[in-house]
DNA sequence: TTTAGTGT
């Protein structure tokens, strides 16, 4: 008797050392990851206002940017990236499109075969590339960074403003985080079946654009799919309030609340000089 | 220098 109750007493250690083990090892693992996080975002990454399966995702880390994915659009909700200026920016040459495993869903490089739409990045191939190098540049290149974008929106109108962060914005500011991703018809069950493969289209996009500092900027942009893409960018300048509505998401969390106020609700273009840049000539 | 599909 006396030998079954030390036993037992033993497996009661045994489990509460493994415990503790666990604990400390998920502890270590959760600060560094809030570590790599707070690293790709300024003022917290990207979380969901309400609850909500259209908006619920988890945080996908690549190198020099961060992937909001949700399981259920198929989709990246949001990708988050600093970009600095760099003495000489250049890209090597495109990498090829890879599958993602870490998003479960079969999405190969060619599920938008024959579709229509174009496999458009959301954290950018070039900027990415030549601010955090060529691993980042490949990782962008993965699937899960991917999502339907029309050709004229992709190739002309987004092209443009991506050209316009980096060769314009980034250099004058020093720095900036930015913030891309997808917006969705209001209604889930209206959209749910219009998807390439198993992704789901999206029906405009949005970009966030921060200059993180003691007074920050901030610049929004939400564009339709269907563009011709020459029209001038200053035509899609919104509030981050406004795609807060329309994605139900919540941008830079940390922001104290009058802060936020001043960010987020109202549209302030100036210190942007947009009208030197807004009507650039498309490159495609 | 910066976007991609195409059809294999």
Same mark, same amino acid.
């Given at each position: 008797?006396?030998?079954?109750?030390? !036993?037992?007493? +033993?497996?009661?250690?045994? /489990?509460? %050392?493994?415990?503790? !083990?666990?604990?400390? #090892?998920?502890?270590?693992?959760?600060?560094?990851?809030?570590?790599?996080?707070?690293?790709?975002?300024?003022?917290? @990454?990207?979380?969901?206002?309400?609850?909500?399966?259209?908006?619920?995702?988890?945080?996908? *880390?690549?190198?020099? !940017?961060? %992937?909001?994915?949700?399981?259920?659009?198929? &989709?990246?909700?949001?990708?988050?990236?600093?970009?600095?200026?760099?003495?000489?920016?250049? #890209?090597?040459? +495109?990498?090829?499109?890879?599958?993602?495993?870490?998003?479960?869903?079969?999405?190969?490089?060619?599920?938008?075969?024959?579709?229509?739409?174009?496999?458009? =990045?959301? #954290?950018?191939?070039?900027?990415?590339?030549?601010?955090?190098?060529?691993?980042?540049?490949?990782?962008?290149?993965?699937?899960?960074?991917?999502?339907?974008?029309?050709?004229?929106?992709?190739?002309?109108?987004?092209?443009?403003?991506?050209? /316009?962060?980096?060769? =314009?914005? /980034?250099?004058?500011?020093?720095?900036?985080? $930015?913030?891309?991703?997808?917006?969705?018809?209001?209604?889930?069950?209206?959209?749910?079946? &219009?998807? %390439?493969?198993?992704?789901?289209?999206?029906?405009?996009?949005?970009?966030?654009? $921060?200059?993180? #500092?003691?007074?920050?900027?901030?610049?929004?942009?939400?564009?339709?799919?269907? /563009?011709?893409?020459?029209?001038?960018?200053? *035509?899609? @300048?919104?509030?981050?309030?406004?795609?807060?509505?329309?994605?139900?998401?919540?941008?830079?969390?940390?922001?104290?609340?009058?802060?936020?106020?001043?960010?987020?609700?109202? $549209?302030?273009?100036?210190?942007?000089?947009?009208?030197?840049?807004?009507?650039?000539?498309?490159? !495609?």
């Amino acid at each position: 008797m006396r030998k079954r109750i030390s !036993f037992w007493r +033993r497996q009661a250690r045994n /489990v509460g %050392v493994s415990l503790v !083990f666990v604990m400390v #090892a998920t502890g270590l693992w959760y600060t560094q990851e809030q570590g790599y996080r707070d690293q790709l975002s300024w003022m917290g @990454v990207p979380t969901w206002e309400t609850l909500t399966p259209t908006s619920v995702h988890r945080v996908l *880390r690549n190198d020099g !940017f961060l %992937v909001g994915w949700s399981d259920l659009r198929v &989709n990246p909700l949001w990708v988050s990236y600093y970009l600095h200026a760099v003495e000489d920016p250049h #890209a090597g040459a +495109r990498p090829d499109f890879q599958r993602d495993w870490r998003t479960l869903w079969p999405i190969t490089t060619d599920s938008y075969f024959g579709s229509g739409y174009d496999r458009g =990045h959301l #954290a950018p191939n070039y900027a990415i590339a030549a601010v955090h190098g060529r691993v980042a540049q490949s990782h962008t290149f993965r699937m899960s960074n991917i999502t339907p974008q029309r050709p004229d929106l992709n190739r002309r109108l987004w092209q443009r403003l991506e050209e /316009v962060v980096i060769d =314009h914005f /980034v250099p004058r500011f020093g720095t900036l985080q $930015v913030i891309a991703g997808p917006v969705f018809p209001e209604r889930y069950l209206d959209n749910a079946l &219009n998807r %390439v493969g198993l992704v789901e289209v999206p029906e405009a996009f949005y970009k966030i654009i $921060v200059v993180p #500092a003691e007074q920050p900027l901030a610049l929004a942009f939400l564009m339709p799919q269907n /563009v011709r893409g020459n029209e001038p960018l200053d *035509r899609y @300048v919104v509030s981050i309030d406004e795609i807060e509505m329309r994605t139900g998401l919540d941008f830079f969390p940390n922001l104290s609340e009058d802060m936020a106020g001043r960010l987020e609700g109202q $549209v302030r273009t100036q210190g942007w000089e947009l009208e030197k840049v807004a009507r650039l000539p498309s490159r !495609f």
